[in-house]
């Protein structure tokens, strides 16, 4: 991006233009790419659920809707348990009936074809054993794959084809062909994963002809004016993971890029990485917005036809700017219509700054691995059949008091002023955000700083009456005689009742990120979770000497997100700060950390030891209001500790049904 961003506003702007593909003309040049969301029923219709989830969007300003991924194969082509299926012509129907809704708002739809590959679920595969060019494992899943036959590809061919056609038929607007991301037609398309010997592999034509037979199949069955676009990993990003020049390189994205116009597809929509280089796929917080820009220039620079593609954007004049720079025709995002499903409408209106951004935590992907998509700052993201946009305002003429300006407290603050009620928030420090202000200061945690910002907008838009510096006692809470009263009072930090732990050179990690603690040069981190792991990033980047973060578990942060972890622990390495795993903490002395292994005990000098061990809820107001026997819903941390998601889910929930005192 160049540096002076596209300052326009509103109407004016490039991103609120249509924009044509063959005989398609999309209303704006916003696209809403596809996320897995775990949403559909398990027949493989749309449902319900995912209807309401797409009409959000559609409401919200999108121009170009892409569906989640959609089966083409019942066998061994499943990639979520409660995903979109077009194997059968009973597909047709509910589909139309969704897409019908969608185009009444305006919206474009195309329907995504996908097959997982080798990067399926055995579980779900009819034998247990995923399919694949060549028989390649997947490094990361681990899962049995076995190669596909000549006959099998070919049978997989008519899969797709057959599956465009019966997209044609309930009414999309065209197909796209998922080719990125490590998923199969990747597979054929990149060297490392295409070690076949028949005609579907071998030169680069052999590895082109699967995803070419599937664009001429669709082009005969579904006709020349039918939008064929096809989603291609540019590079695979081996490099990330120590292997440079291997599969899909920059280079030969673009060359892809450039068979796939000469074979007649509409649109290249560019991504990057497969599974083994996922954080180059969805990429956690700490990565730079628009660091997948040189890579979709190089594929915009090989073609003719119109380009769209991913670099975390996030606001309106970085679209903008992408536009204006003739990076992209078409701005692709997926994240940030979860956050903010009025995203487009807001451009258009020229509302930036009431715009909730993505800040790139994962909680959205993480929740794949159990059952339906959510998103942190969203908490109807998932639940628009359940909850609709706005509540009744069945609370006018009522008072509510929120002790805590978390983002617990700030959304229950929020959904009861929605509701009419004359709300007064208490926060105990001088700004809201909870532990989410100290959380902004890691390296690369800036956009932590957007959920406060955002907060304080809203409460304002809502006539939320916000008091700073205000620690609520329980007399004082019974003295305010709200109608409605709420506890987010937090968490507060765990220290184990071990030998020095009372030392002053013991600083809990909590203060460290806010700034409270004195930090002497040695230091030794305790406990590897994602505040440990940050913490020694950040005291490493300050100049401090990090001797080791020390885990008594088998495994750097259990229980979190490994494409977090992984952001994080990946610097540390770089940095040579060892990661040290079955460590117990034992003892403090004035000059050494001392730790318990399986095997012996270990003395670590140092002249700080930063805990950060966890935390437990600062529960102390919510018992105690109870024992006195005044209504209080706890939310947040206040009711066990959890993360940003979570809390946001608690404090909305409780604002919206909260009922008023007997």
Known sequence: MTNDTAQVHGANRLLTTPFTIGSLTIPNRTV???????????????????TAYWMERARGGCGLLVSEIIRVNEV???GLPRQLALTRDEHVAPLREAIEQIHSTGTKFLAQLHHPGSEGIPPLCADGVTVSPSGVVVRTTKAPTRELTTDEVEGLVGDFIQAARRAKEAGADGVEIHGAHGYLVCQFLSPYTNRRTDRYGGDFDGRM????????????????????????????????????????TVEEGARIARRLEEVGVDLISVSTGTYETGTTIIEPINTPRNWRDPIIRAVRDAVSIPVMGTSITRMPSQAEQMLQDGLVDLVAMGRSWLADPQWGVKAIEG????????????????????????????????????????????????????????????????????????????????????????????????????????????????????????????????????????????????RPALPGMNLPQVVEAIDVLRGDAEVGRRVVVVGSGMTGLETAELLHQRGHEVIGVYEMADTIAPGAFRQNVESVASHLRAAKIPLQTGHKLLEVTPDQAIFGTAQERVEVPCDTVVTAIGMRPNAALGQELATEGVEAVPVGDATGVARVAEAVASGFRAGRTAAVHA
């Not at 081996?238 to 599969?247: C, D, H, Q, R």
């Open 32 to 50: 809403m790419t596809p996320v897995g969301t775990n949403l559909a029923d398990p027949d493989g219709t749309p449902g319900k659920r995912l």
């Open 76 to 78: 061994h082509g499943a």
């Open 209 to 248: 002809r699967f995803v070419t037979e599937i664009i001429e199949g669709i082009r005969k069955v579904c006709g020349p004016d039918f939008p064929i676009s096809v989603r291609i990993s540019a590079s695979e990003m081996m490099e990330t993971i120590g292997e440079p020049g291997v599969g899909i």
């Open 351 to 494: 509302r930036d700054d009431q715009i909730v951004r993505c800040m790139g935590c994962m909680a959205c992907f993480q929740a794949l691995g159990s059952g339906p998509i959510i998103c942190a700052l969203n908490p109807r993201c998932g639940h628009e059949s359940e909850f609709p946009p706005l509540p009744a305002r069945d609370l006018e003429g009522r008072s509510a008091l929120v002790v805590g300006g978390g983002p617990s407290g700030c959304e229950a603050a929020e959904q009861l002023a929605l509701r009419g009620a004359d709300v007064v928030l208490t926060e105990a420090t001088d700004r809201i955000g909870g532990q989410v202000r100290p959380g902004c200061n890691p390296p690369g945690k800036e956009p932590m700083s957007w959920v406060i910002d955002n907060y304080e907008q809203r409460l304002r838009r809502a006539g939320v009456e916000v008091r700073l510096g205000t620690v609520m006692t329980a007399d004082a809470v019974r003295g305010f005689g709200a109608d409605v009263v709420v506890v987010a009072t937090g968490a507060v930090p765990f």
